[in-house]
C-alpha cells in the first residue's frame, strides 16, 4: 500500500469506529442485536469476541477438519442458534437477510465470509435453553 492508501485506509476505520459502528449498536436499524443471543454467556466478553471471533472460527474449523477434534461449545451451529434472530413470524433468519446476526457487521466492514454457502444459517428448531445453553 502506498502512504495514500494507507492515509485512505485508516480515514475509513475511523470513520467506521466512530460512527457506524457505536452508533449502530444502539440504533434500531440494521445493526445486529446482541439481545438476539438466546442466553448466554459467549465464549469470550463481547469485546473479546468482536476483535477474536474470526480466529475462533477458523482455529475451531483446522481443529475439526484436520485432526478430529471437535469442541461442540465451538461449534458454527452452536454460535448460529444462539445468535438467532427472529422475524415477524417467529421465524429465524438466514443470512441472506440483512438482519442475520453475521452480517450486518460485516456489511459495514465489506467482507463477506462464504461460510453459509454450506453451513446452515439458521438454527435447528426449535430453540430451546438447553440447546443454547449447553452443548450440542
Ligand atoms: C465448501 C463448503 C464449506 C465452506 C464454504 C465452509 N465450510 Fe466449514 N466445514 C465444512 C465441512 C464439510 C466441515 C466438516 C463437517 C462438519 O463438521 O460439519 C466443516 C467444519 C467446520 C467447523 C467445525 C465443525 C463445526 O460445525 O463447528 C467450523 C468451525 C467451520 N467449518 C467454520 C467455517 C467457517 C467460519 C467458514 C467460513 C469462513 C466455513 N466453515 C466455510 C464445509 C465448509
Ligand atoms: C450460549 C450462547 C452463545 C453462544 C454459543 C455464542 N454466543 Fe456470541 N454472544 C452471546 C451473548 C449473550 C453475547 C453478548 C455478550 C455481552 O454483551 O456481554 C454475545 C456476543 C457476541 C459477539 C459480540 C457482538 C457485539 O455486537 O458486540 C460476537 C461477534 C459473537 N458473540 C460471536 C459468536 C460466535 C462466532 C460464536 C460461535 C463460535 C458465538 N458467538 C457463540 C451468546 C452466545
Ligand atoms: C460485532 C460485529 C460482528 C458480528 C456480530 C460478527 N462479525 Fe464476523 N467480522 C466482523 C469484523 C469487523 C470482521 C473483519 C475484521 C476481522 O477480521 O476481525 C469480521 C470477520 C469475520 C470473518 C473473516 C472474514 C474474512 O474474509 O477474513 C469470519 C469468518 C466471520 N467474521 C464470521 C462471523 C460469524 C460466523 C458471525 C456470526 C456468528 C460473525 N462473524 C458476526 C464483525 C462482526
Redesign the pocket.
Known sequence: MGPLTTAVAVVAMAVFFISGFGEGRSSDNAQ?AVTSATTGPCLLPAPDM??R??DL??EERTKAVRQGDRNPEAS?SR??TC?AVFDEAAQPIAYDDERH??R???LQ?A???D?FTCHRSTPVMPVTPIQTGGTQ
Do not use: G
Open positions: 445486529p468482536r476483535r471471533h474470526k472460527l477458523f458454527l454460535c448460529i445468535h446476526f453475521c450486518a457487521c460485516h466492514v467482507v463477506a465470509p461460510c
